[in-house]
């Protein structure tokens, strides 16, 4: 074949790639040019050795581990969000997991084995770290940061999932950006663990399990993400030279997903319908107990016990209007069967930490209400305070200026006033300027000096007032 035929050929293959691009939807070449995830992969090769890399725990990395879960633990101690975002920064806890995910995406027997091995010596140095440091704390009630890691929703599950799957797909592209610290930040893997040793220190069980489940959700999550994102980036699964060890390897793999998905999609089917129940039950709540001059101090609800619990305060309602309500209560299918218990008035069964902390949380808002009132005034006569000096250094750089052009000036003021008429018109600012001469220039130089003024004073609007 010629060179010449060649480049015909070249020339005819490249037309009528072109004429079947073209002849594809519009609506479908948006979607390829926009969201096609392909184009700007990185190397397959490559990016497996960087993941290969960051799934090791040992030497550096284990410390850094360390020092990172000291550094959660003390956040979550004094209720800082600041520290414990610093600490899931600092963390490598994603690398085993995103191992795990690549690991069955290419079918990878030892690089899960890897993985899993790495990851079984994090959690359990990171459960043992933190169960160190909350012995030694003096510090020994649980905040709001540690309550908060304790029982997992079906947004942690959520957001595990597509964390999971932008963290690969950031690793696997060319220009990486800061996707994985934001994933870090997004998943929380360190406060878990960190609140399942707060539970071991203090030796409440049901710290630790809530806390170690929601690490357990979010891992198998997380891993759940890399591996369809290896599927949409299209890697290559490993060959096998035996096809016996081929089989016997997705065997393996066959078997471990199972063990690990099928419990966690029935926690997952659990934290759904507790979600839901809770969604249904603050709803019913909302709906049936807005009465006039009375306040819902505290609400306990409670799906594995199918109980909602409410204290009320101010006017009391009466028991025909609380019999109703709870009839309402069978209008939501997800609440049937469920116990109410309603606290109302005085008696003993008050719960006087609940109203103390309502009564703080109140006057903390009040607090803070007139704290952002002062502050706007503060701002407001601090901006006054700087025109006045704004003006007081502006007539000092201006007479000497203006000196230069009319040596005949001697002083200069300068202020802001507000001129308000007699007839109907809004009041309106302007700034005046007062010169005195020692002797007053004619009309046209005063016109001159006035527009000056304006210029270098930057206003519109100007009253020029001279004095001998």
């Known amino acids: 074949m010629t060179l010449e035929s060649i480049d015909n050929y070249q020339l005819r293959m490249s037309t009528e790639a072109t004429r079947q691009k073209k002849s ?5 070449r948006f979607l390829r040019y926009y969201f096609y995830l392909r184009k700007d992969k990185e190397n397959e090769l490559e990016t497996i050795a960087n993941i ?25 101690n ?5 520290v414990i975002i610093g600490a899931m920064l600092i963390s490598p806890l994603m690398g085993p997991i995103i191992g795990m995910g690549l690991a069955l995406g290419i079918s990878d027997f030892e690089l899960l084995k890897k993985s899993m091995k790495s990851y079984l010596i994090a959690t359990i140095i990171s459960i043992i770290t933190a169960t160190v440091f909350f012995l030694l704390s003096p510090i020994d009630q649980a905040q709001s940061e540690l309550l908060a890691r304790t029982s997992p929703t079906i947004y942690d599950v959520f957001i595990a999932f597509v964390g999971g799957l932008a ?16 994933v870090a930040i997004a998943t929380a893997l360190m406060p878990p663990l960190c609140t399942a040793g707060y539970g071991i220190a203090i030796g409440n069980v049901t710290f630790f399990l809530g806390a170690f489940y929601l690490y357990f959700i979010n891992t198998v999550f997380i891993a759940t993400g890399t591996f369809l994102g ?16 081929e089989q016997a390897v997705k065997r393996y793999i066959l078997i471990i997903v199972t063990a690990t998905m099928v419990p966690s999609l029935i926690l997952t089917i659990n934290i759904v319908n507790a979600t839901l129940y809770e969604s249904d039950a603050n709803h019913y709540i909302e709906e049936s107990f807005s009465y006039p001059g009375t306040q819902i101090i505290t609400r306990s609800i409670s799906f594995e016990n199918r109980t909602i619990d409410l204290m009320l305060i101010g006017n009391e309602i009466p028991e025909e209007s609380l019999s109703l309500s709870r009839n309402q209560m069978n209008q939501h299918k997800r609440l049937q069967g469920t116990t109410l218990t309603v606290v109302q008035g005085g008696g003993d069964r008050i719960n006087l930490d609940a109203i103390r902390s309502s009564v703080l949380e109140d006057f903390y808002k009040r607090s803070e209400e007139k704290i952002a009132i002062q502050q706007a005034t503060i701002d407001t006569l601090n901006h006054e305070l700087e025109s006045y000096r704004r003006y007081g250094q502006l007539s000092n750089e201006l007479i ?9 000036a001697r002083e200069l003021s300068i202020s802001n006033a507000v001129n308000v008429s007699a007839g109907t018109s809004p009041a309106d600012t302007l700034t005046i300027a007062v010169i005195k001469f020692d002797s007053i220039p004619g009309a046209k130089q005063m016109e001159t000096i006035a527009e000056w003024l304006k210029t270098r004073i930057n206003t519109k609007k100007l009253r020029l007032i001279t004095e001998p």
Not at 54 to 67: A, P, Q, T, Y
Not at 167 to 172: R, T, V
Not at 233 to 241: L, T
């Open 24 to 28: 594809k939807p519009a609506l479908v």
């Open 52 to 76: 290969r890399a960051g799934v090791e725990f040992k030497g550096v990395n284990l410390w850094v581990l360390i020092f990172a879960i000291l550094i959660a633990s003390l956040g979550l």
């Open 78 to 82: 004094i209720n800082s969000t600041a």
């Open 167 to 182: 963290g690969f797909i950031a690793l696997s592209t060319k220009d990486k950006g800061n996707v994985i610290p934001g």
């Open 230 to 245: 290896t599927r949409i980036r299209g890697y290559a699964q490993k060959v096998f030279r035996e096809k016996k060890r």
């Open 400 to 408: 000497k200026e203006l000196t230069v052009l009319y040596p005949s």
